[in-house]
């Protein structure tokens, strides 16, 4: 069986149970190598995953009779690799273990609810803005070359009434949440990874 395990949003605490039993009692754990750094006294083997998404899925589908547990940050299902494998393993085979997302963290962290949320990304696309600020409530998980300040820049393009949310590092000790308008956000120097919560003005 080949599962696909969320490890929630970063600090090994937030993992399931679930997850944990399986991720200790696979043969073989694949994961990136910051993942695969959090999962300690290991005895299998560990395959790390980077730029060898075909080459690992050639493997797992020669191997498809081992205990092997594919590990992900916060839900793989949420920009992750929940849906590469879904799309190229026979689901009899798969067996996914949602974590808790880095969205989600953040929202509890707020006190704001998920409901009618719009989940986007800006990894390895140009983001339709017009659309994204369109909605009242969005949450993006964004990469180095679309982040909090680039965001920021589009909504006051557009002269909206936004709030902005930065969630950076979640559940790590170096957590920071700066919550503001768009010119609060800009004069932050510099964000370390992170989600990014746009809310209309109430
Ligand atoms: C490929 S996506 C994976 C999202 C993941 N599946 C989830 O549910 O959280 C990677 C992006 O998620 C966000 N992210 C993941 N973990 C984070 C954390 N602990 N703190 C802040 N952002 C995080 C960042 O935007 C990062 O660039």
Redesign the pocket.
Same mark, same amino acid.
């Given at each position: 069986m080949i599962n696909i395990i969320g490890l929630g949003? &970063?600090e090994f605490d937030y993992i399931t149970k679930m997850g944990e039993k399986l991720i200790y009692s696979s043969d073989i754990l694949i994961g990136g190598k910051r993942n695969l750094e959090s999962i300690e006294n290991f005895s299998g083997e560990k395959i790390v995953l980077g730029n060898n998404l075909k080459e690992i899925l050639d493997f797992i589908k020669n191997n498809l009779h081992k205990n092997i547990s594919v590990i992900? %940050? =916060? #839900?793989?299902s949420?920009? =992750?690799i929940g849906k590469y494998l879904s799309n190229n393993i026979e689901h009899e085979n798969l067996n996914i273990v949602s974590g808790i %997302? %880095? *969205?989600q963290y953040i929202f509890s962290k707020i006190f704001v609810d998920m409901n009618d949320v719009y989940i986007t990304s800006s990894?390895g696309k140009i983001p339709d803005f017009d659309y994204i600020l369109s909605h009242k409530k969005v949450c993006m /998980?964004? #990469?180095s070359k679309i982040g909090p300040h680039e965001i920021c820049r589009e909504i006051q393009k557009r002269n909206l009434d936004k709030i902005v949310v930065v &969630?950076?590092? *979640?559940?790590?000790a170096n957590e920071r949440i700066t919550i503001g308008k768009p010119k609060d956000i800009l004069s932050v120097d510099k964000f370390d990874?992170? /989600?990014v919560v746009i809310l209309d003005e109430k």
């Open positions: 949003p &970063g992900a %940050s =916060g #839900d793989p949420i920009y =992750g %997302s %880095s *969205l990894h /998980v964004t #990469d &969630g950076e590092n *979640l559940s790590y990874m992170n /989600v």
